[in-house]
């Protein structure tokens, strides 16, 4: 069972564009949510997290969106730059006890220059 | 300062062969964790260590899966007959797991992971 659904798979945008990612969650008990970046041959590093009594939270370019009651995120990178052109995952997971980090299955995004 | 460590890079073994993979995590975060990357997937979790004991194992495939932390700084995965299926990036994280907020989560960082090619 997929508990992180992350669409789409993949993402194909100009460069100055607006790249939007979404994710959907089932577990209502996953209280914190992070956004992660990959390059190729690394690992993921942190972008952005919300928590889930805030609607918006933005940093830079990077805006996450939170709907709780639909229980939906997305990612969206402002002005995006061919720099940005990576995987990025959404994620999950309960603050108390392991933390233990729940993904969506990746999208890949390429800016085009 | 330094980030985490793992070590091999990449492993290359034969289908029923034991394999060891070393994570060192950032000084002084008292969380470790393993999550495995098939190809083309998010991350999924393995197994958690809070200091020395493994928190949490729930995420380990079966018991050809193994992983300690003798002194609560490296930690050592180990798989058994290896099998095709093994083949993925196995990636270790650390974090501070200090929760004096209990409102965020505290950030986890990765490792560049080591390639498993089972062969």
């Known amino acids: 069972q997929q508990q992180v659904k992350q669409s789409p798979q993949s993402l194909i945008v100009q460069k100055g564009g607006i790249s939007i990612i979404n994710c959907a969650y089932e577990?209502?008990?996953?209280?914190?949510f992070p956004w992660y970046q990959q390059f190729p041959g690394k690992g993921p590093a942190l972008l952005i997290a919300?928590?889930?009594?805030?609607s918006e939270k933005k940093e830079g370019r990077f805006t996450i969106s939170f709907n709780k009651s639909a229980k939906q995120f997305s990612l969206h990178i402002m002005d995006s730059q061919p720099g940005d052109s990576a995987t990025y995952f959404c994620a999950a997971l309960k603050i108390q006890g392991a933390q233990k980090l729940v993904f969506g299955q990746g999208t890949r995004l390429t800016i085009n220059p | 300062g330094a980030g985490v460590s793992q070590t091999p890079s990449n492993k290359v073994t034969e289908k029923g062969k034991y394999v060891e993979l070393r994570c060192d995590p950032i000084?002084?975060?008292?969380?470790l964790y393993w999550y495995r990357q098939s190809l083309g997937q998010g991350p999924e979790f393995l197994i958690y260590?809070?200091?020395?004991?493994?928190?949490?194992d729930s995420g380990l495939p079966n018991d050809r899966f193994f992983a300690v932390r003798p002194e609560g700084s490296v930690s050592t995965l180990k798989i058994q007959r290896t099998e095709r299926g093994d083949s993925a990036v196995y990636l270790c994280?650390?974090?501070?797991?200090?929760?004096?907020?209990?409102?965020?989560?505290?950030?986890?960082?990765f490792g560049p992971g080591t390639r498993l090619t089972v062969l």
């Open positions: 994280a650390s974090s501070r797991m200090t929760g004096t907020s209990g409102i965020e989560g505290d950030t986890q960082y």
């Open positions: 000084s002084g975060h008292t969380a």
């Open positions: 260590f809070q200091g020395t004991g493994a928190a949490d």
């Open positions: 919300i928590r889930p009594d805030v």
């Open positions: 577990n209502t008990a996953f209280d914190y």
